[in-house]
């Protein structure tokens, strides 16, 4: 943190630069996932389902489908890709567990 | 004893034993089996135990009968009791297991270094655990009675034991390899019944693909524009249009993610797994276990809407005769001798007109033909329960829904008498009353507050407080407005400290509750009538632990910038649960 950095050492504050451009990324990516999620959900699903039920994917109004299935799936395949890019990152910054 | 009961008796007494072996094989011998399993339970295993730690009699049995009523509005449930798994993969159980201690409120004491926030935690925890644990101990009471045709208390009772064998005994390893057993047969006991119906109505063995497919013996009629229209001719809205006003839709579908990632028993799950990347991976498998039955109750309400309105309308819709009261099928008299479903002719022709008789324009369609008034009630809760009868199906399918109830039911009420019982003997006695408490004195007390936990919830669930339906809002919107902000604030802000996030959980609980007893007035009569033309914004007592949690926020933010910044330590302990190397195993106090 920048309040106590002045009476670190080189080498711890080099340690904590490290920690923050961790934390950093890791908030990068997260608040891109969030993105999507509120999108997919209270977008296609909520404040867009009327418009998207114009369309239809076989049987389901596209909103429809979002609000009742797509979003689930959308879920699903945020949080696996999420652990994947996490555990690459955390390899990257070496702080993955041994 | 018929057939079908002594199937359902055979069936459900075998998933019996399977529980009390898994317990017996997997007994707590530490504290750290008793509250966490040891932390050496697989990414894969406790997936599906936290997916029948949280889908409840709920799930199972109420949630698709809600959106065969409700059509599109239904889907606040989907995307809520979804969606909060995002929040927690992302925002929440990494850094909790990282953390490592054992509940909740362990958090919430050393991050914001005090005894009060810890109590004011366990306080919320305990009130909204026992509020679901009351609702679960209902659906396992229905259950029985209808099945089994003993006496709801009766049914109570031997829930209750079986329970407190493998709770008590086993404490967290014995309740988390029993839930992994009770998933197994509730998904399947969700699943059997849905492809027999999806296959019967679309030849689409998938129930996700059938509700988007075609009604067999037609070519292009799809299964939910024949639904549309038919509700419709019946004087009901467009079943995949909604009613709600879009900012109430909004708000409830954030209430109950954000109430999902907050519920301490779904949140000490991820406490089990032995790795922070286990943490993020298991609440994927988590959501994929709980996708195969949430991706399938849209098709099972929409399918068993239909198959019901069929049923009464053998012909044209709304057009020709409805069915005769005398030709009844068999599954409609078993449902009328439990009350939940209910026949009076009101205009006295014999004949049964079920319509939607509160559509003002409606009225003279309804009132040209004769008809004086809706003359059927059905329950919403027999959807599930009733639909392997609607549809038809052989017997042994519904002996399985049986015991697929049962498993949700107890699955939950488990994982909810854990977190309380934890909470009381770590929290409170070895915590704040007696420090010096040893390792197996802990372990003991833990085991008496989960058999008094248990004899309190088989109480509520015998008498139940007049309000179970509307303590569901309750535990959801507290767990938004108090536990969620002030987790993730203690672990996104290095400033928040101790008088801003006891501000603010107090503000949110008392700003959330205040509401839904304004609205819908529990223990007194309520202050204001419950439309929306009443409410905050428009957002109804079901969503409004969106805004107390906005409240618990603002507050905390304010309150932490004008007091003393947190000590250092604190400031360490945030830096060390943010980065994933060093998660070790069990820690005590």
């Known amino acids: 943190m920048s309040q106590h950095s002045s009476q670190q050492s080189p080498q711890q504050s080099e340690h904590q630069d490290r920690r923050d451009a961790y934390w950093n990324a890791n908030k990068r990516i997260m608040f891109g996932c969030l993105i999507v999620w509120f999108v997919v959900s209270f977008g296609f699903g909520i404040v867009l389902a009327e418009p998207l039920d114009n369309f239809h994917l076989f049987g389901y109004p596209l909103g429809f489908w979002f609000a009742q299935q797509g979003s689930i799936y959308t879920f699903l395949i945020l949080i696996f890709f999420y652990a994947w890019r996490m555990n690459k990152l955390d390899r990257e910054h070496d702080v993955h567990e041994e | ?41 697989h990414p894969i295993a406790n997936g599906m135990a936290t997916a029948a730690d949280w889908m ?11 959106i065969a009523f409700l059509g599109y509005d239904g889907s606040v449930y989907l995307m809520g009791w979804t969606g909060g798994y995002v929040l927690l993969a992302l925002l929440l159980a990494p850094y909790l297991r990282k953390y490592g201690k054992f509940t909740v409120p362990s958090f919430i004491a050393d991050r914001y270094y005090s005894k009060t926030a810890r109590v004011v935690a366990v306080i919320c925890l305990i009130f909204i655990s026992f509020t679901y644990v009351a609702g679960q101990m209902r659906g396992v009471g229905i259950v029985f009675s209808r099945f089994l045709e003993v006496d709801i208390l009766t049914g ?74 038919v509700v419709q001719d019946l004087g009901f809205g467009a079943y995949t249009d909604g009613s709600k006003a879009m900012i109430d839709v909004a708000a409830i579908t954030l209430a109950l993610m954000v109430g999902t990632a907050g519920l301490p028993h779904v949140i000490v799950r991820f406490f089990t797994v032995p790795k922070v990347s286990d943490a993020r991976k298991s609440a994927g498998w988590a959501l994929l276990f709980i996708a195969l039955l949430y991706t399938t109750a849209p098709a099972v309400g929409a399918m068993a809407r239909l198959n019901l309105i069929e049923t ?89 829904v049986a015991a697929g109830g049962i498993a949700a039911a107890l699955s939950t009420a488990a994982g909810l008498l854990l977190v309380i019982s934890s909470a009381v003997s770590h ?66 802000s290095t400033r928040i400290n101790r008088e801003g996030a006891i501000a603010g959980m107090l503000t949110g609980l008392i700003f959330t509750f205040g509401y839904i007893l304004y609205f819908k007035g529990i223990f007194i009569t309520p202050i204001a009538e419950n439309v929306p033309e009443n409410w905050l914004f428009g957002i109804s ?20 910038r004008f007091t003393a910044a947190p000590p250092v330590h604190i400031r360490e302990l945030i830096e060390d649960i943010r980065v994933p190397r060093g998660a070790g195993g069990a820690q005590a106090h």
Not at chain 2, 2 to 13: A, E
Not at chain 2, 185 to 212: D, E, K, M
Not at chain 2, 446 to 454: K, T
Not at chain 2, 541 to 560: C, D, W
Request: glycine share 10%.
């Open chain 2, 312 to 400: 009464i309308w053998p012909g044209e819709v709304a057009e020709s005769q409805p069915l005769a009261y005398e030709e009844r099928p068999e599954w409609f008299r078993t449902w009328e001798n439990t009350g939940l479903l209910d026949f009076t002719d009101k205009n006295g022709d014999g004949m049964i007109q079920y319509y939607n008789d509160a559509n003002p324009d409606f009225r003279p369609t309804a009132e040209a033909k004769g008809w004086e008034g809706n003359e059927l009630m059905v329950d919403r809760d027999i959807m599930v329960l009733a639909n392997p009868e609607i549809a038809r199906l052989p017997n042994w399918v519904i002996a399985l």
């Open chain 2, 156 to 229: 109570l009772l031997v829930g209750m034991g079986i329970v407190f064998i493998y709770a008590v005994l086993g404490g967290m390893k014995g309740i988390t390899y029993t839930q992994v057993a009770q998933y197994c047969v509730l998904i399947f006991a969700y699943t059997v019944p849905a492809v027999f119906i999806s296959i019967q109505l679309t030849g689409n063995p998938f129930p996700q693909l059938g509700l988007g497919s075609t009604v067999s013996g037609t070519e292009s009629m799809y299964l939910l524009e024949k639904l549309d229209l």
């Open chain 2, 56 to 66: 409840s009699a709920a799930s199972f049995i109420s949630m698709a009968g809600l």
């Open chain 2, 541 to 560: 007592p079901e969503g409004i632990g969106v805004v107390g949690m906005l409240l618990n926020f603002a507050v905390a933010f304010t309150v932490s």
């Open chain 2, 427 to 492: 929290d409170l006695v070895k915590n704040i009353f007696a420090p010096n408490m040893s390792d197996r004195g802990e372990l003991l007390t833990g085991r008496i507050a989960a058999a008094v936990a248990i004899c309190v919830a088989g109480y509520l669930g015998y008498n139940p407080p007049g309000f179970v339906a509307q303590v569901v809002a309750f535990a959801f919107g507290l767990a938004a407005a108090s536990l969620f902000p002030a987790i993730i604030m203690g672990i996104f």
């Open chain 2, 1 to 41: 004893m018929d057939n079908l009961q002594l199937l359902t008796y055979i069936v459900v007494g075998f998933t019996f034993v399977l529980y009390i072996g898994i317990a017996v094989w997997s007994r707590a011998h530490t504290t750290g089996d008793f509250y966490v399993a040891g932390k050496g339970v």
